[in-house]
């Protein structure tokens, strides 16, 4: 599905009016619609003298819900309306979605300027208030009259539905300082990213996605590339299992890992390609951990590195079709030099992680020279790419995965949350599927072997990654359903990964 920012949002929706002939009015009837039904499903469909308060602001999202609050007092409920600011504020839209409200048997209409005590206690007694203050054109911190009624309704820990994205959350980055926390989001013809990227994606609750019946052409020919991981997109791409299949048609992967004091990313990393349904796995490792792997890994063949010399091992690395390497191998000066100048001289698909992206890390021509490849970095490891601090890197996700992906002409998974995967071509996707439980060590590791497990069956990198990270994240949400999100360990992503993508190629 397709991520809009504020800005085109602007340019459909006026395609929508001036090309297609919709009346803005019409749209605001739509969206008020979509609010009443998100409203009623959290009534549990009935919402005949419930109490329902509607934030109103002055602009675009003020006319949905007061369009909204209509159709709830059509619906039975008893509406009140806190305006946020003077009625002679309102824009056209807004003030004429007023004035029809206003005809309405048995609505309330409390300014919060005049009245904040009353305007308070309405709120308290409400089953349910619609958020429709501040839109997705807000950018800052919100100022009076808003803050002050945003922080006292916050106080209050009632249910809140946000009209098209919770007010005081930028649209396009998620940036927030003070926003009104919502329990569901109905969002108005396309996703906003501000709805999945931190810390904006705290406020949103559960998402909807109202198409206010504007044609899907306007969206999919909209300027941008940015994508979120949906499961049908995902079931469309997983590679199905052909009934006469044997291990040498899923793949021979080959996984460089591990190393003395590391020896469970090998383990994570290879077993994972195992899960995600590789083939035939072998594992690379060196002396020291060769014996205990052996033991723990019985499903994948197990092989010492022969040398720190490339040239011993590029010929047992001929037959395979994918190569994952990195977690676990430690920063030896010895195997740092053997990955630059090893992983040049490869022909098959690379998936590179951990420590195989810390050894190549300020060689941007040397990572670009790579064939084909998909980087695996978490933001400690982006800001070693790119030279960037930290912070930057967790501020600004979009911006520096693509950034990467463009200089290093590589397949680009950012390990932040949410999980972002840029490509060379420009495409930019966000995951969503994943929890806070994962945030352990050896995750990443399980994520490198499901990257390669699902190369070696066939899919190219785009669609590689893209399938990975999404199973991954589900694999870790069905490990938290089972055991809560506490106490979650990689290992446990490793049984879930086959029901995670069964449970995909379902939907």
């Known amino acids: 599905m397709k991520l809009i920012k504020g800005s085109v949002m602007k340019s459909v929706d006026a395609r929508a009016i001036n090309e297609i002939g919709m009346a803005e009015a019409v749209l605001v009837e739509n969206a008020g619609r979509a ?63 007023l004035r029809i409200l206003q005809y309405m048997p048995g609505c309330t209409f409390v300014e919060w300027a005049e009245e904040p005590e009353r305007a308070l206690s309405l709120c308290r007694e409400s089953d349910l208030i619609l958020d429709g203050l501040l839109g997705t054109s807000f950018h800052g911190v919100p100022r009076e009259p808003l803050k002050s009624l945003i922080e006292a309704v916050n106080d209050l820990h009632k249910t809140v539905l946000a009209i098209d994205i919770p007010s005081g959350v930028e649209a396009d980055t998620g940036a927030s300082v003070l926003a009104l926390q919502a329990d569901v989001t109905v969002t108005m013809i396309a996703p906003k990213h501000g709805l999945y990227l931190y810390p904006g994606a705290r406020y949103a609750g559960e998402i909807y996605l109202a198409g206010l019946n504007v044609p899907p052409c306007l969206v999919e020919e909209a300027p941008g590339a940015e994508y979120l991981l949906e499961p049908e997109m995902v079931r469309d791409w997983l590679p199905r299992r052909r009934a006469d299949a044997h291990k040498g048609v899923n793949g021979r992967i080959a996984v460089l890992a591990g190393s003395l004091g590391y020896a469970g990313a090998a383990e994570l990393c290879s077993k994972a390609v195992v899960r995600a349904g590789g083939g035939l796995v072998t594992l690379y490792t060196r002396q020291e951990v060769l014996e205990p792997l052996i033991i723990k890994n019985t499903e994948v063949m197990v092989r010492p590195q022969p040398s720190f010399d490339p040239k011993d091992l590029l010929p047992l690395l001929a037959n395979a079709d994918v190569v994952a390497a990195g977690p676990g191998m430690g920063k030896d000066p010895r195997t740092q030099q053997l990955l630059r100048e090893l992983l040049p001289q490869l022909d098959q698909p690379l998936v590179l992680d951990a420590d195989g992206l810390n050894a190549l890390a300020g060689q941007d021509d040397l990572l670009r020279s790579l064939k084909r490849k998909i980087f695996t970095p978490h933001p400690g490891e982006m800001a070693r790419l790119l030279g960037r601090p930290i912070g930057e890197i967790l501020k600004h996700p979009l911006e520096c995965a693509r950034e990467g992906a463009e200089k290093w002409q590589a397949g680009v998974v950012l390990k932040c949350t949410p999980a972002v995967i840029a490509l060379p071509t420009g495409e930019l996707y966000i995951n969503t599927t994943g929890n806070a439980g994962m945030a352990t060590g050896g995750c990443g590791d399980v994520l490198t072997g499901t990257v390669a497990a699902l190369l070696g069956q066939g899919l190219n990198l785009e669609k590689a990654a893209c399938c990975a990270v999404y199973a991954h994240g589900l694999a870790g949400d069905l490990a938290a359903e089972e055991r809560g999100q506490i106490g979650l360990k990689a290992g446990d992503l490793l049984e879930q990964l086959p029901q995670a993508i069964a449970k995909i190629l379902e939907v």
């Open 35 to 97: 609010v009443c039904e998100g409203a009623l499903e959290l009534l549990e469909g009935d919402a005949r003298d419930r109490k329902i308060t509607v934030l109103s602001g002055k602009g675009n999202n003020g006319a949905d819900g007061l369009a909204a609050a209509r159709d709830l007092a059509a619906e039975g409920a008893q509406v009140s309306v806190i305006l946020a600011e003077p009625p002679a504020a309102f824009g056209p839209g807004a003030a004429l979605q």
